[in-house]
């Protein structure tokens, strides 16, 4: 069975410049959630999306946006690049919305360069 | 808010050496606590995980215990290998409806042989 896969495994871009990740959960699974993995900065949530709808977002301003597919898909966009967006995007899912005690499955990320 | 914090810092220790990551949280009410590695060039994965207190998560020779009197889940190894470098992130689940993780910052240990 495929795990979480994201796609581009890199992406270079310039400021002001316009970055779209793509990420794709594990078959069943309707949740899928976006980390932003800054150097020193640990792991932040970005985005939750089940069923299709976003349910929950970080602190991260209105130019980092995404949605869900029907298929359960995801793509998160980053808008307006600035430097400090440099990073490790992780994507993860998991089987629905009362997880407390399922796990958390992870892509192995997109690295997101601005320059 | 809800928040994780590590011991500042990466771990260098010796093949056979035992390991501690430190853990502690805040959270106003009864989290979920978890601990994920990530290996070399590999996504997140779950190491163990605890969902209340005294509970005693445990895997591939790593445990860890959730103490709610000292809010603290302490990540340890009795005699790690060199396979076991990786970073360590402790993370928490307020399961407060948002299903939001609040991440640690890592640690990276490194195993020497």
């Known amino acids: 069975e495929a795990g979480v896969t994201q796609s581009p495994t890199h992406l270079i871009k310039t400021r002001g410049q316009q970055a779209t990740l793509r990420c794709s959960p594990i078959?069943?699974?309707?949740?899928v959630y976006w980390y932003q993995q800054a150097l020193g900065l640990g792991l932040q949530f970005l985005l939750w999306?089940?069923?299709?709808?976003?349910?929950n977002r970080g602190n991260f301003p209105p130019r980092f946006s995404g949605r869900q597919f029907p298929n359960y898909s995801s793509e998160l966009n980053v808008n307006a690049l600035e430097l400090e967006d440099s990073a490790l995007y992780l994507c993860?899912?998991?089987?629905?919305?009362?997880?407390?005690?399922?796990?958390?499955?992870f892509g192995s990320g997109t690295q997101l360069s601005v320059l | 808010g809800d928040s994780v914090t590590q011991m500042e810092g990466p771990v260098t220790l010796s093949e056979e050496a035992f390991l501690t990551i430190n853990c502690t949280y805040t959270?106003?009410?009864?989290?979920?606590l978890f601990w994920y590695v990530q290996y070399p060039g590999e996504g997140l994965q779950l190491l163990l995980k605890?969902?209340?207190?005294?509970d005693k998560g445990s895997n591939k020779g790593f445990e860890a215990t959730y103490r709610k009197e000292t809010t603290s889940f302490h990540l340890e190894k009795g005699s790690v290998q060199v396979s076991d470098s990786a970073v360590y992130f402790c993370a928490l689940n307020p399961l407060d409806g948002n299903n939001r993780l609040a991440f640690g910052k890592g640690n990276q240990v490194v195993v020497i042989p």
């Open positions: 999306y089940d069923e299709g709808e976003e349910r």
């Open positions: 605890a969902t209340k207190a005294d």
């Open positions: 993860a899912s998991s089987s629905g919305q009362h997880w407390s005690n399922e796990k958390l499955f």
């Open positions: 959270a106003t009410g009864y989290p979920s």
């Open positions: 078959s069943g699974h309707t949740s």
